[in-house]
């Protein structure tokens, strides 16, 4: 089992434009969060999926948004990037009330 | 609001020493926390849930609702305990899990 897999692994994006991050859960994970860390700070809840719907947004505003597909899979897409948004995007899987599975991270800079 | 601190930013000890990582928390409802860990260039893990109540790597957390606290403990410090270590809180119902900005502990040989 993989565990939870992110693709890209680096991005550099210029001011404006979009970006899609992509996250496959470990197996038999139904449930996916997204956070955004950022240097020397704890990762930052963005929102959440679970049969194909966010379930819980945290404080991001709506160019930040998301999409979860039948396999569970997730994407990440944030419109007209600010070179606030570099940071380290983080996908994290559980099913349940299971403690959360991390991929590890796209790295995105906004230039 | 919901609110994990973790007030120390790097905890340097020797190897074989006791320590302990401090972790407050502010939430109203009955709160699910977990400890996390990341090991040089690894990802981060879950180390443990104060469900569980179990003793991970030497490692326990006791959840006091009284000082709304959740620290880390282990008795002895090996080097290979040195990592990011992140307090989080998952509010009632299960969705949003809160993290806290992480202390770094370095077990010192």
């Known amino acids: 089992d993989a565990g939870v897999t992110q693709s890209p692994t680096h991005l550099i994006k210029t001011r404006g434009q979009q970006v899609t991050l992509r996250c496959s859960p470990k197996?038999?994970?139904?449930?996916v969060s997204w956070y955004q860390q950022a240097l020397g700070q704890g990762p930052q809840f963005i929102f959440q999926?679970?049969?194909?719907?966010?379930?819980q947004r945290g404080n991001f505003p709506d160019r930040f948004s998301g999409h979860q597909f039948p396999n569970y899979s997730s994407e990440l897409n944030v419109n007209a990037l600010l070179l606030g948004d570099s940071a380290l995007y983080l996908c994290?899987?559980?099913?349940?009330?299971?403690?959360?599975?991390f991929g590890s991270g796209t790295r995105l800079t906004v230039v | 609001a919901q609110r994990v601190t973790q007030p120390e930013k790097l905890l340097s000890v020797f190897k074989g020493a006791p320590v302990e990582l401090k972790c407050n928390y502010s939430?109203?409802?009955?709160?699910?926390l977990f400890w996390y860990v990341q090991y040089s260039r690894q990802r981060l893990q879950l180390l443990l849930r104060?469900?569980s109540r179990e003793s991970i790597k030497g490692f326990t957390a006791d959840l006091n609702k009284g000082e709304t606290s959740f620290h880390l403990k282990k008795p002895f410090a090996q080097e290979e305990d040195s990592a990011m270590y992140y307090c989080a809180l998952r509010n009632t119902g299960g969705f949003k899990t809160i993290f806290g900005a992480g202390t770094r502990l370095f077990v010192k040989a």
């Open positions: 104060h469900i």
């Open positions: 939430y109203s409802g009955s709160p699910e």
């Open positions: 999926y679970y049969e194909e719907e966010e379930r």
């Open positions: 994290a899987s559980r099913t349940g009330g299971s403690g959360y599975t």
């Open positions: 197996s038999g994970h139904d449930t």
